[in-house]
């Protein structure tokens, strides 16, 4: 492993904070120690570890651990640095007997009196998420220590304990501690109280017979009997320790509940062959969606989407209201590009400056996440005074955000300069220190315009992950340089673009729902649709503009430059599922003849516009290629017309699930298989979940055989065609 021998250039230096947060969530860090294998393999030298922990830095009164991670650039041999903020992390040298007695035991006294608290291990694949949760031999692992601290804890209040144990593998609960591993219906009432449908329960009265238990069963695995393949058998290990109490009249009643859950490994999808990919995905999308809910719950956002996933939605009662949830990111030590992956998720997904809300400010909290996008200290002034006025621009700020929306047509008239076909981001800051004050500060210096070129290069470049607007070149405004293709995406809607790897290549599919001209001489753009009509009409006086009410909310104009006719849009304000499939296989003709995903995206020509891309090292670790060529290599011709055959099999299904997501009860129907019935359920999924449909095994909820959803799709392939 002598290329992979970490240098002193490839050191991840973390700086620490000490104020814990007040988040919902509590993110933090772990980094494992060298196993004995990587230490021999340091001959001469005591191994260095790649990531290191730096003194605290203090951001005010809610000091974050910031991670900062330096490493070598390969090609122009210089130094790059990223930050990455979780709540604490803990070093090499530390040991789980530390991580319990900091951040597990003050939990325990609170699970015996009725409370939840969940502990979840989140990390690339070796990361030590099993040693930290469950142990190795003579070093127990917290979940094996919190059992020990609640039996004796319960012994003297009269308590009993009793565990669950169970793994959620492809959107599939099974029982481990049923010797058939039957599958657990996860049940939702009315009430959102959740009822896992056969999972077994076991009495626990003692830590040998509990050890005998958990170890034997985790380390079970339903689907090795299933199917030979790696990926498939990649799954998430949950661990339930309730806490039974005694009613009145001598019943037990449920007290509290402790969940431990290990994670599957994180693995970046885009490295693994197509077979694995597609498993893959299904993993990751549940751990994207884990880290949804961090930050939904962190952000108090109103919707949390719990049932995206079947882990979530299991675990959704321990993971809300006053539960304790801690998400622990296990680190290599070790250079790992899953690593830093995963820290760049973690660290987003705890980037809210929610720390609990009070009453006062609940009105403001969808613009506190603005913040979060708007992003840190790197921005400078985008707006310049200018006499030029700006043609059209966007506004896309909080939800219910009005005075933000005058403060934003104030900045325009005052002819800031904006120019027509960017997108605006506006930071709005709470005032953190006096929480009394409702009043949002409009901050106009953060706006900045991002173009789908340099969301994509946002998504190639891990250091940018967390701060894409530092990708808009400076001065691109005011120099009055238009940025081709620019549409416009709402914060969250650039949030959701960046976690979502499928997504990002196609970043225009984000434009939001709003108003988007027509007019060749003026790209596309759209209007925070919370303007009112008058606000409306004032733009078109002002920009002498003709504006046609877009209906085309998902997708960008066709690129080919042909118009989307109003006629052709049905009542529901969105075109047929013809018209889109018909747009979906212009785009993926385009797609076919476009530039490769490696190539470099901002092409401008002008140096110190460049966007700087640190190069992580690549490394093998084990005998896993972790090279990203993978994906792109394609030797044949045979090779890439299969590659994009699956390419467009996959936006086929895609586009069909968005329909599903999104159509109206008549155009459901007008589906094959699709009756009043179904069409009315599909209707009821949508009320809980916006986005119930996430994969063709979705279906299955709505009674839709694998053959059926076959069929129909090969029918919408077929119409295509004739
Ligand atoms: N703190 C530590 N000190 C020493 N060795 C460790 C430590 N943490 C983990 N290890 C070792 O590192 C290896 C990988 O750890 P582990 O199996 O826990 O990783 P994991 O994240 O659960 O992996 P996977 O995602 O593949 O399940 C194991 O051999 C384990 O014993």
Sequence with gaps: MT???????????????????????????RIRGFTSQESESFSHDS???????????????????????????????????????????YEQDEDTGTLFAREIEPLTSDVLSGGHASIIAYGARGSGKTYTIQGAENKPGIAVMTMTELLSKAEETGKSLSISIFEVQQEHAYDLLDPKHSEVQVLEDCRGKINLKGLSKVPVKSILEFQNIY?????????????????????????IIHVLAMNDNSTTKLAGKMNFVDLAGYEDSRRISRDGSALLDRTNKSLHTLLNVVYALNANEMHVPYRESKLTHIFKESLRGTSHVVLLTCLNPHVCQDTLRTLSL??????????????????????????????????????????????????????????????????????????????????????????????????????AAVSPSMLKKASQDESTLDNPLALVPEGVVSQEKSIPESVAVSPSKLKKALQVESILDNPSAFVPDGLVSQEKSNPEFSLDPELKENDISAHKRSNNLELIPA??????????????????????????????LRQLSNSLKSFCSSTPLHVKMLDNG?????????????????????????????????????????????????????????????????????????????????????????????????????????????????????
């Excluded at 790649?50 to 390969?74: C, M, N």
């Design 3 to 29: 290329s992979s021998t970490p240098g002193p250039d490839q050191n991840l230096k973390v700086k620490m904070g000490v104020n814990p947060s007040r988040r919902r969530v509590r993110v933090i860090g």
């Design 47 to 89: 191994p260095k570890p790649w990531i290191t922990v730096s003194k605290p830095e203090h951001h005010g009164a809610s000091s974050e651990t910031t991670l900062t991670l330096s490493f070598l650039d390969q090609f122009n041999n210089s130094r790059k640095e990223a930050s990455y903020k979780l709540d604490h992390c």
């Design 215 to 239: 170890f034997s069963m985790s380390n079970i695995s339903k689907s090795a009997h299933k199917i030979p393949h790696e990926h498939t058998r990649r799954s998430h290990k949950c661990l």
């Design 346 to 447: 973690v660290s987003r997904s705890c980037q809210s400056t929610n720390h609990v809300l009070t009453e006062s400010v609940n009105n403001a909290k969808s613009s506190a996440r603005f913040k979060m996008l708007s992003l840190q200290n790197s921005m400078k002034p985008f707006c310049t005074p200018s006499a030029r006025k700006p043609a059209v621009s966007s506004l896309h700020l909080s939800a219910k955000g009005t005075s933000c929306v005058s403060k934003g047509r104030k900045l325009f008239e005052e002819g800031k300069n904006i120019t027509s076909n960017q997108v605006l981001i506006f930071e709005t800051r709470l005032p953190q220190d006096d929480c009394s004050d409702k009043k949002l500060e409009f901050v106009p210096e953060t706006a």
């Design 551 to 580: 209906v085309v909310c998902e997708k960008s104009p066709p690129q080919d430059g042909s118009v989307i006719r109003k006629e052709t849009l049905n009542e529901h304000g969105s075109p047929p599922l013809s018209e889109r």
């Design 606 to 722: 002008d140096a110190q516009h460049n966007v700087i891309e640190p190069k992580t090292p690549i490394f093998e670790y084990g005998a896993r290629v972790t090279e990203r060529s993978e994906i792109t290599k394609y030797s044949s011709p045979w090779e890439m017309l299969s590659k994009r055959s699956s390419g467009m099999k996959d936006s086929l299904v895609q586009e069909y699930l968005r329909f599903l997501n999104s159509a109206s009860k008549e155009e459901l129907k007008g589906l094959r298989g699709i009756g009043e019935k179904r069409a009315t359920y599909i209707l009821q999924l949508r009320e809980e979940s916006p986005e119930p449909f996430k994969s063709l095994d979705d279906l299955q909820d709505i009674g839709l055989s694998a053959k059926q959803v076959k069929g129909m799709v090969k029918k919408m392939a077929g119409d295509l065609f004739s």
